[in-house]
């Protein structure tokens, strides 16, 4: 399939309200070339995607989100069916994990309540006096290779994060009416901190890699140093917590292959895919940009999903190997991911494709709706310990677990009938516990969107500087609301405190 058949798809059909296409950098992301901007960030755009992307191939990749049916799926080749390594033995019964139970202690948590930190030092745990001097060393290198004295101070950089700060939650149609001494739109804070022409030059420059030392096989290599970095202060900083949620975000393109509008009220969101892992409230512990499987390859069976959830729990484990119980939806889970982690001491609950049940035998889903709501089946993996429910409530769920069970049976509410009247009906344990516990990579979005920055530039990677920004400052916060309880600010102040002294 080419992009240009895809979008042309999405037009025609009359039941799809919005889709996400997967794009990757150029085909030589390490080249030269890929430094310059692609056109004027204010100037006039086309309406429509440029040649070399409306005739690029769209992959089909296992992963796609989205609970109705997925066109992309539709018109992309039939899914192989998993070959079955092992003969499962699945018998009906409850789960029996053998799990130690969580009783850590977070002293790390601990240390930063006592220390008292301001919105600007928990800011600073991740853009650090380390990671500051290397983006300005990175920055001065390219602009000396292109000829340039730029001369860039860690002082002025600060300026031009707070700006980018200040342009999440006070944005103009052009980023240089900031300068401007209309009364309208003059902003005495950002002219007085840096001159326009200064604050320009400094943002076209930035950089994050050597271009001599870029790894050719790696197609975001140009910020993998910075990537690096930000993983290692993100995991540091982690609150220590039992309950992870893994999942897909989306770092959204706005250059000249950004998005483009469809008619009807649709939209098709062109960007970067970062698989992601957070706490249940919305901490990012750990990222990395999707490059299908050129740069992360599946193993152990798995594919792609799934071997990305291994990695996420491999960062997890260098603080410890602790009992951790981690959620996803059905782009990840499988019968085979949940038996390595089993071996790995870590618990996991997902949703779960039917064809990836290995074979267990449940109730046909279709026998399932004509029983009552909040009917359920469920078997168990006689050697392995991994349960699979399907429960119907509006439509069949299926669910997989390694570490919960079915009891204790609770109720929950829910709509029902034409009247819409609500009412009780029983839930499976892991159901509920995947419900409270599973939103974690939503949460995150939902933070980092508020009041993500608005001001990017024009080569292919650095909408990742907006990205790492708006995902440092949705960390700090988390951090902020639990090591001040009395003195709490919303993500907004949160935000507005930062950008002014950085100003």
């Not at 901490?283 to 390859?297: C, D, G, H, M, N």
Request: glycine share 6%; aromatic share 10%; hydrophobic share 35%.
């Amino acid at each position: 399939m080419k992009v240009l058949e895809v979008l042309k798809a999405l037009e025609e059909d009359s039941g799809c309200i919005g889709e996400e296409i997967f794009i990757s950098p150029p085909d030589s992301a390490v080249g030269d070339f890929t430094d310059e901007d692609s056109g004027d960030e204010d100037g006039q755009q086309g309406a429509q995607l440029p040649r070399s992307i409306l005739h690029a191939s769209v992959v089909p990749e296992d992963d796609s989100p989205g609970e109705e049916e997925d066109l992309l799926l539709q018109l992309a080749v039939k899914k192989q069916k998993a070959v079955v390594e092992t003969q499962r033995v699945w018998t009906k019964r409850d789960i029996r994990p053998d799990f130690s139970s969580w009783m850590e202690l977070d002293p790390h948590t601990e240390d930063l309540k006592s220390q008292e930190l301001s919105p600007v030092g928990l800011f600073e745990l991740f853009f650090e006096e380390g990671t500051i001097n290397f983006i300005v060393n990175e920055t001065n290198r390219y602009a000396c290779q292109k000829n340039v004295s730029l001369g860039l101070t860690a002082q002025e950089l600060k300026c031009v994060l707070g700006i980018l700060i200040l342009s999440g939650y006070i944005s103009y149609p052009r980023r240089k009416m900031f300068w401007e001494t209309s009364p309208d739109s003059h902003h005495h804070l950002v002219a007085d901190a840096i001159r326009r022409d200064r604050f320009e030059l400094i943002f076209s420059y930035l950089h994050f890699a050597d271009n001599n030392e870029l790894d050719e096989s790696d197609w975001f290599a140009k910020v993998r140093p910075l990537i690096i970095r930000m993983n290692c202060n993100f995991r540091q900083h982690a609150p220590l917590e039992e309950f992870y949620s893994f999942g897909e975000s989306m770092c959204e393109y706005f250059g000249h292959r950004g998005s483009k509008q469809l008619p009807t009220g649709k939209s098709v969101l062109l960007g970067y895919k970062i698989w992601c892992g957070t706490t249940s409230k919305g901490y990012l512990v750990w990222f990395e940009p999707s490059q299908a499987t050129l740069f992360t390859k599946p193993d152990q069976g798995l594919d792609l999903g799934g071997s990305m959830v291994l990695k996420f729990v491999d960062a997890l484990q260098e603080r410890g190997c602790l009992p951790y119980h981690i959620f996803f939806d059905k782009v990840f889970t499988s019968v085979k991911l949940m038996s390595l982690l089993r071996k790995k001491g870590v618990k996991a609950t997902g949703t779960v494709r039917e064809y990836r049940t290995e074979q267990c035998p449940l109730k046909n889903p279709k026998e399932l709706k004509k029983m009552k709501r909040s009917s359920f089946d469920y078997k168990v993996e006689e050697h392995e310990e991994i349960i699979v429910c399907c429960w119907h409530d509006s439509s069949v769920v299926n669910i997989c677990s390694n570490a919960t069970g079915i009891d204790p049976v609770g109720l929950t509410s829910c709509l029902s009938g034409a009247a819409r009247v609500q009412s009780q009906v029983c839930q499976p344990s892991l159901l509920r516990l995947y419900q409270e516990k599973a939103g974690g990579v939503g949460r995150m979005n939902q933070n980092m969107a508020r009041y993500k920055v608005k001001i990017r530039g024009m080569k292919w990677y650095s909408i990742f500087m907006g990205y790492i920004l708006d995902a440092a400052l949705n960390n700090a916060w988390q951090l902020h609301r639990i090591c001040c309880h009395d003195s709490q600010v919303d993500l907004l102040a949160f935000h507005r405190y930062v950008a002014c002294v950085y100003l």
